[in-house]
């Protein structure tokens, strides 16, 4: 006995617990064609959200496909080690334990850090297996594992050998909060309402002033030149002068620089080398001081000679209000500006001079750009690419060292100013004694920063196969088939897999990049806890089960395209749920007599389902092709709510209390396992339960493992005469409705002889669809165009339904008129479109067929209603 309610979360638990316990979802190398995928590893910090979500589903939805497609598929999951978040988590634990980092070793720390990895890291993991994630849970591998770190340092040392990896003094973007270099991809910048101070500079020896304009104040402390463009003759006769720097006191030179902007402001400029990338570079030409203000944590230093020790934003006020009292402000003003900020902790960023590893990123774009401009690399949606070209082409060196100890440890060794990088320190050891036969272990210092954290994933779709050790699985797997990820990562680690990927295998990563949007609420906001827009993700699952989210998520992400989560589509998907097992409950009801034969309708329906399905497939197929998954959905949803539903079974449906013949319920059945399958990729878990409810299976014949439907020819004939049927019963459904004649009350339909008409008619079974589901004592052809009752036309063909009607002729008239004025409408949209050369040149034969068509039928309808309503007007 099929229970009255579908119980997700019992069917959910049961069937995954299943898949796992028969090793579904393990792949190793074998004959077969290999589908593989690697996830985006999400951070050790993170739990589940709404983004994690869609990015999932897709994955599992083409994973599973792929699996039915008879493929040997591979999902490998893993999670990314993110130093900069899980050291702000690490010390954050400590502190409220009453311990400081300061206080620990770095060996004690990291032993900490692990005990948080392995009690929290895995939790998200654990998540998505509830939304039914089919991963090969056995290749999870970790960016701070042992095979991954060996790649990572690998990789160092190889690029540092072929001198595509450097040190060097350069202007970096500093995070205050986290103490720590960011590279340019992780500084996220926004319009910020800001004021902007214009500030007197005293001209020594006079009692003149030059004003610059700042938005910040705080950095004036630093100033070791005032810059004015060559050509300003406001300034002419300031060559070789100073100025004194207000409140400090200190004399700085006044220079000229055609970097200076001569329109904004007063057209001078204040020079700050330790604190602006510009002003860094003017230094660099003039030979300038360089005072550096700032602290590593945002706090004034002692070159700062004022306000030491004190947050910068705190300074920013104190030293104003100094400026003004000491009347050295001129005036302030309300001012938008670009503010840079950590992606990771949103501090606003520094800019600062520090010592850095960085990597040659021109060296490395040539291939990877070519790739996807060529489309070796294929992005969808397309639009992509000129954005990725953009970037690739103005490609800037990638700083990699960060100053955190929860990373894997820059393989570098000091004696003195010598470097020597190696894979271990007795390696190192190796390289130094050349130069300092003497030197032990205890001489080598080793660098104290971490590499940054993208700089183990861009190794992801090598690494996870051990490829820098072992090559069995990497040349089984590698190129893998697909990568989905978020546009807003393009740079930090879609572009730079590309470039690894060339740099170590000479070939691409992956074959497809699928680009998710932005999950975002109906108002088109980004999801965030600070609006409380975003759903908790578990508690959805929970509520309307892992199909309904998956659906609800995918009805609405078109590809590429952000997603407006509404939580009425999670409830459509839960809704469908209980559709499907609804029809299966009917189904599974339904009473069998073997001495029944199948009747010409119940034939005629199964056919047509049969190759509706086909054609059906034919466009999932085309659309999993080109990532179209939420198209593909929807299709498959229309499908089985509508045709296979609300049609099909209602058409072989027996009659209350009688049998059918066995074959018409052996046929819905195989239809409706077809459909399990069909559905699977998207709804697994209630498609695994139905499909073991319709019938008896044989042990490991699961849905999971069938054969994904193939697309095969179809016949269009029958598919055109069955919907002429579905359109002939809505309209005496309508006729019904609008005149109150009850459903239980039989009628007699006449259909308006033709050519047409007459093989509809002579279709075995076709007459008797229409006759039990329209409820109609007779459905016939005749000649007489003037039998009384209401006439509507299906297709090209007239048909009545004879009743007696209170609808009076002028009500009949004002429909046809209003009907005519439609298809008039749309036969001149059809004429406008085959009249443009440009259409019928370009498009298949087969789509200015189908328009021809149209247009044919369109004519035709438009002449019947013009017959009626000349019929109409006479009477």
Known sequence: MISSRYNPAEVESKWYSHWMHNNYFHSTPDEREAYSIVIPPPNVTGVLHMGHMLNNTIQDILIRKARMDGKNACWVPGTDHASIATEAKVVKMLREQGIKKGDLTRERFLEYAFEWKDKYGGIILEQLQKLGASCDWDRTAFTMDEVRSDAVIKVFVDLYKKNKLYRGNRMVNWDPEAKTVLSNEEVIYGLEQSKLFHVKYQIEGSNDFITIATTRPETIPGDTALAVHPDDTRYANLTGKHVIVPIIGRVIPIIKDDYVDMEFGTGALKVTPAHDVNDYEIGKRHNLEVVDVFNEDGTMSLAASVYIGEDRFIVRKKFVKDLEQAGFIEKSEDYQNNVGRSERTNSVVEPRLSLQWYVDMKALAGPALDAVMRDEVEFFPKNQKNIYRHWMENIKDWCISRQLWWGHRIPAYYIGDDIFVAETSEEALSLAQQKYPKATMNDLLQDEDVLDTWFSSWLWPISVFDGFNDRKDLDYYYPTSVLVTGWDIIFLWVARMIMAGYEWEGKLPFKDVYFTGMVRDKQRRKMSKQLGNSPDALKLIEEFGADGVRFGMMSCSPAGGDLLFDEKLVEQGRNFSNKMWNALRLVDGWEIDSNIKISDSDTLAYNWMQHKMASLVTDVEKNFK?????????????????????????????????????????????????????????????????????????????????????????????????????????????????????????????????????????????????????????????????????????????????????????????????????????????????????????????VVEKEKAKLSDGLERIKILKEDIKRLEGM
Request: hydrophobic share 40%.
């Open 626 to 846: 080109e990532y179209r998954l939420s198209e593909a959905l929807i299709s498959c949803y229309s499908f089985v709510w509508t045709d296979f539903c609300s049609w099909y079974l209602e058409m072989v449906k027996p009659d209350f209390d009688a049998k059918m013949p066995i074959q018409t319920k052996a046929n819905t059945v195989e239809l409706f396992s077809q459909i399990c399958s069909l559905m699977h990729p998207f709804m697994p878990f209630i498609t695994e339960e139905i499909w073991h409810k319709l019938k008896t299976r044989n042990i490991g014949e699961d849905c999971i493992m069938s054969q994904y439907p193939k697309v095969n020819p179809f016949d269009q004939s029958i598919i055109d005469k069955l919907e002429q049927a579905k359109d002939i019963i809505s309209n005496i459904r309508d006729i019904r409705n609008k005149n109150g004649i009850k459903m239980k009350d039989e009628l007699d339909v006449y259909i308006i002889h033709s050519e047409r008409s007459g093989l509809l008619m002579d279709h075995a079974g076709w007459t008797d669809i229409c006759t039990k589901l329209g409820n109609l004592s007779s459905f016939t052809s005749t000649a007489n165009e003037n039998i009384s009752g209401i006439g509507f036309i299906s297709g090209t063909e007239k048909c009545i339904v004879a009743v007696k009607t209170e609808m009076d002729n002028a009500a009949q008239l004002n429909e046809k008129l209003l009907e005519l004025t439609y298809q008039e409408g749309f036969v001149l949209s059809v004429q406008n479109k085959l009249s443009n050369e440009r259409f019928v040149a370009g498009a298949p034969k087969d």
